[in-house]
């Protein structure tokens, strides 16, 4: 499914977020606190945006590690690096999130965004995150989620459940991936279930920030 939607992917990501996406992107990228000699781990990587922007935040990431398992994605974001000649700095593979290919504690930072809850087995990627970190190393995870002040929730799943679906569909001209990102939201665990998954992969100073009225949460977290 990633792969058949690759192709039109950036173009949906900025159209059914209003360009809003970039701003939680740059928030996230910001909560690692970056000196400017971190590598980072971007998990399901996609196009590379998240790694982009990494190195793009000032100071910057020394070096991006880009992890996703759609070969298609991946050759949409190695377009993007050579376009920027950043692929000195920033490497794509493709792979398993449940089984990253990096050494113990050899990343200082590692960020998710919009991947973790297409991982089948949440907990055994929140753990092998927690392995790839050193002491100290800084989680960023971004994910959807459904809004809880009444209003705003009905308003969210209208859009969410049909006029997004129907957009989806028509641009990328692909019947079910538009309807599965509803599906996979609702089916993913909640700001606190998922709070206590990475307490339980050990990790602690864990925080869930809820942006533009609760759509989507920033999860912050360290490794001890």
Same mark, same amino acid.
């Given at each position: 499914m990633f792969d058949a939607i690759a192709g039109h992917y950036d173009l949906l990501n900025r159209l059914l977020s209003a360009g809003i996406d970039r701003r939680w992107r740059k928030k996230a990228i910001a909560s690692l606190r970056l000196t400017g000699t971190e590598r980072v781990l971007d998990l399901c990587t996609g196009t590379a945006d998240v790694a982009i922007a990494a190195v793009d935040a000032r100071p910057p990431a020394k070096r991006v590690l880009g992890v996703d398992f759609s070969a298609a994605m991946l050759r949409i974001g190695a377009r993007k690096l050579t376009a920027r000649s950043l692929q000195s700095r920033i490497t794509l593979v493709r792979a398993d999130a449940t089984r990253i290919p990096v050494a113990d504690r050899s990343v200082e930072a590692v960020t998710v965004a919009f991947g973790i809850r297409n991982v089948e087995n949440?907990?055994?990627?929140?753990? !092998?995150?927690?392995?790839?970190?050193?002491?100290?190393?800084?989680?960023?995870?971004? !994910?959807?989620?459904?809004?809880?002040?009444?209003?705003?929730?009905?308003?969210?799943?209208?859009?969410?459940?049909?006029?997004?679906?129907?957009?989806?569909?028509?641009?990328?001209?692909?019947?079910?991936?538009?309807?599965?990102?509803?599906?996979?939201?609702?089916?993913?665990?909640?700001?606190? !279930?998922?709070?206590? *998954?990475?307490?339980?992969?050990?990790?602690? !100073?864990?925080?869930?920030?809820?942006?533009?009225?609760? *759509?989507?949460?920033?999860?912050?977290?360290?490794?001890?």
């Open positions: 949440t907990a055994a990627a929140c753990d !092998e995150i927690y392995r790839a970190l050193g002491p100290g190393g800084r989680l960023a995870v971004l !994910e959807f989620a459904i809004p809880t002040a009444p209003v705003v929730r009905a308003v969210y799943l209208c859009y969410f459940n049909y006029v997004l679906p129907l957009i989806g569909r028509l641009i990328s001209r692909h019947g079910s991936a538009y309807g599965y990102l509803p599906a996979s939201v609702g089916a993913f665990a909640s700001p606190d !279930e998922f709070v206590k *998954i990475m307490r339980q992969s050990g990790f602690v !100073e864990v925080g869930a920030a809820p942006q533009t009225l609760g *759509i989507v949460y920033l999860y912050t977290a360290r490794k001890a």
